[in-house]
C-alpha cells in the first residue's frame, strides 16, 4: 500500500480527524484556563498598583505636614533588573529612543511605571545586535550557501536593522489589541456607570462598582476603571484622574466622556446628565460601527463567492449535460 492510498484511507481519515477534534477541544479548555489565570493576575497587579499609590499619596501628605520636600521614590517598576538600570544610565538610552509620547504608549499597552520603560529602552537596545549575532550564526555557520562572507554579512546587518523596529511593532500590536477590548466593552460599562448614578451613587462608587462587574467581559477595562478610582480617592484635583483614563486609553470615546465629566467637575453641571448624552452617543457609535462592517461585508464576499462557489456551482449544473452529451 502506497502511502498516498494510507492517507486517502477511511481509518486514517477518521484517526485524523479524531486528532483535530482532541486538540481543539484541549485547546479551548486551555485557553480557558489561562485566561482565568490571566484575568487573576492582572486584577493582583491592579490592587497591587492601588495600594502603592496609596502609600505614595500618604508619603507626600506626611511629608507636607512636615515641611519638608516630596520624596519621590520609584514606587511603580521597582522589578527592573539591574544591570537594565547600569545599561540605560551608562548609554544614556533615554535621549536615544525616549521622546515625549513612550511613557504614553507605554500605558496605552497596559505597562506603567519606570521599570517597564527601562525594560522597554533596554530591549530597544539590545534586540538590534542580539538578530544581527543570530543572523550572523545562521548565515555564515549553519547555512552558509556558497555566498561570500560581506554578503552574509550584509544580511545580517538587515536582519538587525529590522530588529531595531521589533519592539515597536510589538509594543503597537499591544496597543491595539488592548484598545480592541477596551473599545468593545466601553459602551456597555459606560450604561452601567449611568445606572449606577442614576440609583444614588457618587461617580467614585460607580465606577468602582462597575470595575467589578466589566472584568468578565474585558480585563482591561475593569484596570483602568480600578486605577481611576484610586486616583479619584487619592489625588487632590480629581480631573487629572479623569485626564489620566483618557491619556490611558488612547480612545476618542473614552476621551470625550472624560471632558465631559472634567466640565461637569468644573462647572458644578449634573454628571448624570452628561453622562447620559456620552451614553446615547456611544450607543449611536456602536450601531455605526456594526452598519459600516455589514455594509463592507458584501465586497468581502465577491472574491471568496467567484473563487470557490462560482466553480462549484458550474459544475453541479453543467457536469449532467456534459456527461449526457459524452455518454451520446
Known amino acids: 500500500m502506497t502511502l498516498v492510498d494510507r492517507i486517502a484511507s477511511p ?17 479551548t479548555l486551555g485557553t480557558h484556563i489561562f485566561e482565568r489565570i490571566e ?16 502609600a505614595r499619596e500618604m508619603a507626600r501628605l506626611r511629608s507636607q505636614a512636615q515641611g519638608r520636600d ?10 527592573a533588573r539591574s544591570y537594565m538600570k547600569s545599561t540605560v544610565q551608562r548609554f544614556s538610552l533615554q535621549k536615544a529612543f525616549m521622546d515625549d509620547n513612550t511613557v504614553e504608549r507605554l500605558a ?10 527601562t525594560k522597554h529602552l533596554f530591549v530597544r537596545f539590545v534586540t538590534p545586535f542580539l538578530l544581527f549575532g543570530l543572523g550572523v550564526l545562521y548565515l555564515v555557520v549553519l547555512a552558509p550557501g556558497g555566498r561570500p562572507l560581506f554578503l552574509n554579512l550584509v544580511y545580517a546587518i538587515g536582519v538587525g536593522l529590522l530588529g531595531a523596529y521589533l519592539p515597536v511593532l510589538l509594543l503597537r500590536n499591544r496597543i ?8 468593545r466593552a466601553w459602551p456597555d460599562a459606560l450604561d452601567l456607570v449611568l445606572l449606577c448614578v442614576e440609583s444614588g451613587m457618587s461617580i467614585e462608587h460607580a465606577i468602582k462598582r462597575v470595575a467589578k462587574d466589566i472584568g468578565l467581559q474585558s480585563v482591561e477595562l475593569a484596570e483602568e476603571l480600578t486605577l481611576t478610582t484610586a486616583e479619584l480617592s487619592f489625588l487632590e484635583d480629581r480631573t487629572r484622574a479623569y485626564d489620566n483614563l483618557a491619556r490611558r486609553t488612547g480612545l476618542d470615546g473614552v476621551r470625550s466622556v472624560m471632558t465631559a465629566l ?9 454628571v448624570g446628565q452628561a453622562l447620559r448624552v456620552m451614553a446615547e452617543e456611544g450607543r449611536e457609535a456602536r450601531m455605526m ?7 463592507a461585508l458584501p465586497p468581502k464576499m465577491t472574491v471568496p463567492l467567484i473563487v470557490f462557489f462560482l466553480p462549484v456551482l458550474f459544475i453541479v449544473i453543467m457536469a449532467p449535460a456534459i456527461i449526457t452529451a459524452m455518454s451520446l
Open 11 to 27: 481509518d486514517f481519515m477518521i484517526a485524523l480527524f479524531a486528532a483535530i477534534s482532541a486538540a481543539a477541544i484541549v485547546f
Open 39 to 54: 484575568r487573576k493576575d492582572r486584577m493582583k497587579k491592579v490592587a497591587i498598583e492601588r495600594e502603592q499609590m496609596r
Open 70 to 79: 516630596n520624596p519621590r521614590g520609584n514606587i511603580r517598576g521597582t522589578d
Open 108 to 117: 496605552q499597552g497596559g505597562l506603567r511605571g519606570q521599570g517597564e520603560l
Open 176 to 183: 491595539q489589541k488592548r484598545q480592541q477590548s477596551l473599545r
Open 262 to 270: 472634567i466640565q461637569a467637575e468644573r462647572y458644578g453641571t449634573s
Open 289 to 295: 460601527e456594526a452598519e459600516k462592517k455589514a455594509a
